[in-house]
């Protein structure tokens, strides 16, 4: 599965760090980063994994709703 972030909408509020610091960490540009991610040309940012973990933590928590999970 595949674990999905629209960087670009990030309003670096920190949360998804705070629940799931193995999968976010913020950038020096104030917006959090999906750890191990391929950034594509939009700034979006994709990273396979086996297992959804903290991530769907991540997504519940994200106030702009920009972390989204596709099986
Ligand atoms: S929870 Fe959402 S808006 Fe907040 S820092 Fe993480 S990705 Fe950005």
Do not use: W
């Not at 998804?16 to 610091?21: G, S």
């Not at 950038?27 to 980063?33: F, I, N, R, Y």
């Not at 950034?39 to 709703?65: F, R, S």
């Amino acid at each position: 599965m595949k674990i999905f972030q629209e960087r670009p909408k990030c309003i670096g509020c920190g949360s998804c760090a705070a629940v799931c610091p193995d999968g976010y960490e913020m950038g020096e540009d104030g917006l959090a980063t999906l750890k191990g991610g391929e950034v594509d040309e939009t700034g979006n940012v994709t990273l396979e994994v086996n297992e959804v973990g903290c991530h769907h933590e991540a997504a519940e928590v994200c106030p702009v709703q920009i972390i989204s999970i596709q099986e």
